[in-house]
């Protein structure tokens, strides 16, 4: 970075830096409407004629969209650390903030583990013991799919990621009030620890909640695939944050076009990632022909779903990779913005194609039930950011690298 | 002119994080790194260890392509494969060297992009060995044709048979993928190179020293106006070799697991062995780093915290190639797949049991010291870590590759791959091609980029904005 | 202070090339860098030995077009590398391989990126060089000692003398009023900079030099020769083995190839059966079959039928177009094509089964023979389903059994 001997910087106007006071009350109000959303998405998915099911497998996608961007937070708090990173800490509290949410979505998992634990939600086939028992494979596979071990294992995940979110958010916000060096040196120490777990625990939770919607399909990169999409997620959802914040007048000198430019060059960097996991796994499983894999992507690859496919590609990874390349465009704070809302939705479009053929693709589409599972989950998704947010500065004040983090420059 | 670093050796480790560690001893200036990085090219005579040192490397090399000649002269029954290991020590030489070849590139391109300026110091050497490595890679799949003077049929051009190259085979990817490296890596090394060698030619005292290195100085003198495109040109190399280096190993993945034979055919392929070749790779870095700072004297250029840093990259990396392992293992069960979990469950308790369980120990446990700053910082100790972490990742080559072919689907057909002594003869005689180049480049090129590392120097840049 | 530097050899004068100034910190040379830029030079450079930051800004300098190429030659090389893939492998050459579609885009996607990064990399370095105009034999700069001696750590300015705004005996001047610690004229005699001459004869002669060797294996190449060709690689093109209608030295008759012992006959060979073997009777076509006909055999015959004799005959024996091999060659419209005889023309219906067994045996006009796919006994099966597919086309009401007739009516 640049010269070490000088530590002081501009000194930023950090009263600037906190949520103006009318945030909670917002926050309540995303709260009320969220609940609302999500019981009229579940009347409606009922009423759609397909029980608990049509309600559960947009629930799903809702759910895995929004908990990838928390994860995502996790992620990209956790590397920061570990490399030292000094130009991420006037945007790092953000994908605290987005970790710190957990608690809210380890809440709402309830309407996904509890019909499994009851014994038969339709989504998962291997929940239905009349399927193992028609099975070899499901039964082949009963010592780790079965209801008790699955919820055991979520558990462990929410848990983990709930704790990490909390740590990462507490451990930086007193920072802010004592400035302790001490603490920036035991996250450095800590993170790399929290990276395996939230490899392992990624990995697993994939394979459990998404790949298992197919039992008797299975693929090794499965878990980085998710991971992929999770970082496109963060990133998007943090160049959000942060140009939306500075409309409304936040953060204005802590967030330079220099960290725009840093976030749309990971973006970028993470689309084409995402492309390449994903690519992998087709070029794989398309020229190795073996039907106990392919037919994940016979499923994927006729009617609605092969458009569905096509457009995953061009709007996932070709149109984006075109759009991102340009230094330009990443150091207009707009432009950007409209690259991080098209990923977010086409990050969406992705885990509805991981999800949807897998649980019923011949089911009629319940656009309005999945609209009000986003809207549902992401309304309490967000009320949660701006409770937290709104009890702490938007950026780590006292953060030792906070001066380089606020001069530093982008020469390429 | 020397600095004694041992003395600032706390200061380059440094965890506060209120100030950035010194990238090289404090006070040097850029006078002081040219004779540092120069004094090496500039001997009048090589030291006598040098000279020990590349006489048997030379030897071992005349000795490889002695061995090169009699295969291809016989034929490649001289070595120990049979059937059904149709592709044993060749292929796994090729893959273990192309790994070796990927820090390089990693650290000039990847580390570029992510602004980790410690790289200045490294980048040069390791891009170098990529070179080296890729050459000796590119021999193996060469000569394990069989009639290697028909090599010219893998180029698509308008012949008499009219015929043409099967693009849809992974294997002609893998010619133009590993191709493409070697050259863009080349590249990317010699743009490095022209300013440090413009820097030795403008040193020269001698005739012949003074022409050859301002021949392939090209003229540079280093004006802003080249400079600036020069700059534009270093980051579009740097910024095609990212995609580029993840690209070479996944295709070479694809050699594997485009098949369908079991332990091959698996999709977390292309990043593990991306991961695994950075882990190779950073592993023979350190091998050749910690003996070279010490010998040829660049220890206030290539500090404990450089060692530090590739230390924590050989951990991670090395986590990474551990989660593929156990991965590999729990889809084998939860495939359901039963010539899966036969592979898996061969490959850890058959006949070559011994290899699997060298390549986990080597590549997954002994890395795990790492953990601990005083491995990280301890040259011998990292240095055997080091050399743990090739003979690891040559035998997990060596297990994907033979296990499998071994006991493929026919019981029938199973057969054990015993090496001959030719096999021995040429994995030893690349390391002898390897090191007679590296030990050339030492001796007559600059060991250290001089040019980026004075760009880092504090205050080097002034510290007005026009 | 301004010195002197170029030496005189040849009694040409030395001329002014350039001004040359020193400054000793980054910040005094961007400082005169922008002023140079505002007050309108044009042929001036500033030499540092690494890129400092905000230079380029300070010289005004344009950003460069290097990226424009690179991106053009990236495309090219995705442009080319589909191309290349799609015509040689689905197009020119189209071959099936493990049933994988020709058009396969999945699997011309590596060579493509690969390509892309080529090209584009060759771009970035290509245009670095020719953006910068090297390699550069010579140039002002080189012609002052103090440049080449600590070039590699100080900081300079170079003004060319080819500068519209150029004066030697002000601009030292101006620089030490600009912050550089240390001026000087440049000299150097006239036409120096330029490439010599022996340098120019010297590439042109290896040029030449080089390009015999190729031009001499065309010249062999394009040119007709009797003797074979020259074989570095041997390839087994020569091998140490008799080949047929040689001599050999070995043997009193002098041939190689070897007559058959008088009286042998090879195992499974003796085929003495006329009937069986030949479809000869007494010296005549045989009238009768030589074994029983049954319903397996016949079965046996259609399937041979279609494999052997419907790819020219047509599956019911037809003859004409209807075997598409007969209708490949007539779409193609190959002129020594003989069209095959139809099997209910009444010459061949006519015919003894013994005929029909010899045509396939030794085989008639065009038709070769199918005495070595065939077995003797399937041959014979064949006969029978051709019998049968001759009587289908005369047969009654009366030849359908009892049960089904009801079936066709």
């Given at each position: ?22 945030a ?33 497998r ?108 909390r740590?990462f958010?507490?451990?930086s916000?007193?920072?802010?009030a ?21 490899a392992l625990t ?24 998710f ?5 496109v ?19 204005r ?10 976030l ?78 098209w ?51 938007l ?18 | ?55 048997v ?26 059937h ?39 980048n040069?050497?390791a891009?170098?060995?990529t070179?080296?490595?890729?050459i ?6 060469g ?8 090599a ?25 993928a ?80 485009v ?102 120990l ?101 510290s007005?904005?026009? | ?32 860098a ?13 030499h ?16 460069s ?148 060797p ?78 029983p ?59 003894p ?12 006009r ?20 051709i ?20 079936n066709?009516?």
């Amino acid at each position: 970075m640049t010269n070490p001997q000088h530590t002081h910087g501009p000194s930023p106007q950090t009263a600037q830096w906190r949520l103006p006071s009318g945030a909670r009350t917002l926050g309540w109000g995303c709260a009320a409407v969220g609940v609302v959303l999500l019981a009229l998405a579940a009347w409606l998915g009922n009423a759609a004629g397909d029980g608990w099911r049509g309600f559960l497998r947009s629930y799903l996608v809702a759910w895995c969209f929004w908990a990838s961007i928390s994860l995502g937070g996790l992620f990209f708090t956790a590397v920061q650390h570990t490399t030292r990173a000094g130009w991420s800490v006037s945007v790092r509290r953000l994908a605290e903030l987005c970790g710190a949410v957990m608690p809210v979505l380890a809440v709402l998992f309830l309407p996904l583990l509890v019909p499994v634990l009851m014994g038969g939600d339709g989504l998962y086939p291997w929940v239905a013991p009349e399927a193992v028992a028609a099975s070899d494979l499901l039964q082949h596979k009963s010592p780790w799919l079965n209801t008790t071990w699955f919820g055991a294992r979520a558990v462990v995940y929410l848990a983990v990621w709930v704790w990490l979110g909390r740590l990462f958010l507490v451990g930086s916000v007193r920072q802010d009030a004592d400035g302790d060096v001490g603490r920036t040196i035991a996250f450095e120490r800590f993170s790399p620890l929290a990276l395996i777990l939230l490899a392992l625990t990624t990995t697993f939770a994939s394979f459990d909640w998404i790949m298992s919607l197919e039992p008797t399909w299975y693929s090794t990169i499965f878990g980085v695939y998710f991971f992929s999409g999770a970082a496109v997620a963060i990133l998007s959802a943090m160049i959000l944050f942060a140009v939306g914040l500075r409309a409304a007048g936040v953060l204005r000198d802590a967030i330079t076009v220099e960290h725009d430019h840093d976030l749309g060059k990971l973006l970028f960097a993470f689309t084409v990632f995402w492309g390449y996991i994903a690519f992998s796994q087709y070029l794989l499983i398309w020229y190795g022909n073996i039907p106990e894999e392919t037919e994940y992507y016979l499923h994927r690859a006729h009617g609605i779903w092969g458009g569905w496919s096509l457009a995953l590609i061009i709007g996932h990874l070709v149109l984006p990779m075109v759009g991102l390349l340009s230094r330009h465009v990443k150091r207009r704070p707009l432009l950007l913005a409209f690259w991080a809302v098209w990923l977010l939705v086409m990050h969406w479009a992705d885990l509805a194609w991981l999800i949807w053929p897998s649980a019923g693709a011949n089911a009629v589409w319940a656009v309005p039930v999945e609209a009000a599972c986003m809207f549902g989950v992401g309304s309490l998704w967000l009320a949660g950011w701006l409770h937290w947010a709104s009890h702490c500065a938007l950026a780590p004040l006292a953060d030792p690298r906070l001066p380089e983090s606020l001069r530093f420059e982008n020469s390429y | 002119m020397s600095v004694v670093s041992a003395a600032y050796e706390h200061e380059h480790l440094s965890d506060d994080p209120r100030h950035r560690a010194p990238l090289t001893t404090p006070g040097l200036t850029a006078s002081q790194v040219d004779d540092i990085v120069a004094r090496t090219p500039e001997l009048p005579r090589a030291p006598a260890a040098w000279y020990a040192a590349f006489t048997v490397s030379a030897a071992v090399a005349a000795m490889f392509f002695a061995l090169i000649g009699y295969l291809i002269v016989t034929g490649i029954g001289v070595w120990g494969n049979n059937h059904p290991v149709y592709w044993a020590f060749d292929i796994t030489n090729f893959v273990f060297w192309i790994g070796i070849g990927h820090a390089g590139t990693l650290i000039s391109a990847i580390l570029f992009l992510f602004r980790q300026k410690w790289r200045t110091s490294i980048n040069r050497f390791a891009e170098a060995m990529t070179i080296f490595a890729v050459i000796c890679a590119l021999i193996f799949p060469g000569i394990h044709m069989g009639r290697i003077w028909l090599a010219y049929w893998m180029a698509p051009y308008p012949n008499q048979m009219a015929m043409w190259p099967q693009f849809r085979s992974p294997l002609m990817w893998d010619v133009f993928a590993v191709s493409t490296y070697f050259t863009v890596s080349l590249l990317f090394w010699y743009l490095g190179l022209i300013p440090d060698l413009a820097v030795l030619r403008d040193r020269a005292t001698g005739w012949w020293r003074k022409r050859l290195y301002g021949l392939f100085a090209l003229g540079w003198r280093g004006s802003a106006r080249q400079w600036h495109v020069y700059e534009r040109a270093y980051l579009f190399l740097a910024a095609l070799g990212t995609p580029l280096v993840l690209s070479v190993h996944s295709v070479v993945s694809t050699d594997f697991s485009v098949a369908q034979l079991p332990g091959w055919h698996t999709t977390i392929f292309p990043p593990y062995f991306v991961a695994g070749a950075i882990f190779s790779g950073f592993g023979m870095v350190v091998t050749l780093m910690v003996p070279a700072r010490q010998f040829f004297g660049l220890k206030d250029l290539i500090t404990v915290r450089h060692l530090d840093n590739m230390n924590k990259v050989i951990l991670g990396t090395s986590c990474m190639v551990g989660y593929a392992y156990g991965l590999e293992f729990f889809t084998a069960w939860y495939s359901g797949n039963a010539y899966e979990q036969f592979v898996f469950i061969n490959r850890a308790t058959g006949p070559y049991a011994w290899a699997y369980w060298t390549m986990v120990l080597c590549n997954v446990v002994l890395p795990q010291l790492f953990w601990f700053r005083w491995a990280r910082t301890t040259p011998w100790l990292m240095w055997l870590v080091a050399i743990g972490v090739n003979i690891g990742m040559w035998f997990e080559r060596f297990v994907i590759i033979v296990t499998s072919l071994s006991r493929d689907y026919l019981p029938s057909s199973w057969q054990m791959f015993v090496p001959t002594w030719v096999d021995l003869g040429m994995l030893v005689g690349s390391f002898g091609l390897f090191f007679t180049c590296f030990l050339l480049f030492c001796r007559y090129l600059p060991m250290v980029a001089m040019a980026e590392v004075k760009q880092i120097l504090p205050g080097a840049h002034g510290s007005e904005k026009h | 202070m301004v010195e002197s530097n170029a030496k005189s050899e040849t009694g040409r004068q030395p001329v002014p090339v350039g001004v040359l100034g020193q400054f000793d910190h980054p910040d005094a040379l961007k400082r005169a860098a922008a002023a140079l830029r505002d007050a309108g030079f044009r042929n001036w450079d500033v030499h540092s030995p690494y890129p400092i930051h905000g230079v380029e800004r300070a010289m005004g300098m344009r950003p460069s077009r290097l990226p424009w190429l690179v991106l053009l030659a990236g495309l090219t090389g995705i442009g080319l590398a589909l191309a290349l893939q799609i015509w040689t492998n689905a197009i020119d050459y189209p071959i099936n391989i493990s049933g994988k579609p020709l058009f396969s885009i999945p699997a011309f996607v590596p060579i493509t990126f690969e390509l892309m990064v080529l090209l584009a990399a060759f771009a970035a370095f290509g245009g670095a060089l020719v953006l910068n105009l090297l390699p550069q034999f010579g140039h002002p700069v080189f012609c002052s000692r103090r440049f080449v001696d600590s070039g590699r750590t100080g900081f300079f300015i170079s003004i060319e003398a080819v500068d519209p705004k150029f004066d030697a005996d002000q601009l030292p001047a101006l620089l030490s009023s600009l912050g550089a610690t240390h001026t000087e004229v440049l000299f150097d005699l006239p036409g120096r900079e330029s490439y010599p001459g022996w340098l120019k004869i010297g590439l042109l002669s290896v040029c030449i030099v080089a390009a015999v060797p190729p031009l001499l294996v065309a010249a062999y190449r394009a040119a007709p020769k009797s003797e074979p060709r020259i074989h570095i690689i041997q390839d087994m093109d020569f091998q140490e083995k008799y080949k047929a209608q040689t001599v050999s030295p070995l043997f009193a008759d002098g041939r190689s190839a070897r007559p058959d012992v008088e009286g042998v006959v090879a195992l499974g060979m003796a085929e003495e059966d006329e009937h069986l073997y030949r479809g000869f009777l007494d010296g005549k076509p045989a009238e009768a079959f030589p074994m029983p006909v049954t319903m397996p055999m016949m079965q046996t015959g259609r399937e041979l039928f279609n494999v052997y004799c419907s790819p020219c005959h047509g599956r019911v024996g037809e003859g004409g177009v209807t075997g598409i091999i007969s209708a490949r060659a007539v779409k193609r419209q190959e002129g020594t094509w003989t069209m095959p005889l139809s099997l209910h023309a009444d010459s061949v219906v006519d015919q003894p089964v013994g005929q029909l067994f010899e045509t396939i045996t030794a085989g008639r006009r065009t038709m070769p023979s199918y005495s070595a796919q065939i077995s003797a006994a399937d041959r014979w099966a064949i006969v029978a389903y051709i019998r049968a597919l001759q009587r289908s086309r005369h047969a009654t009401i009366d030849d359908v059994p009892e049960e089904i007739r009801s079936n066709l009516k």
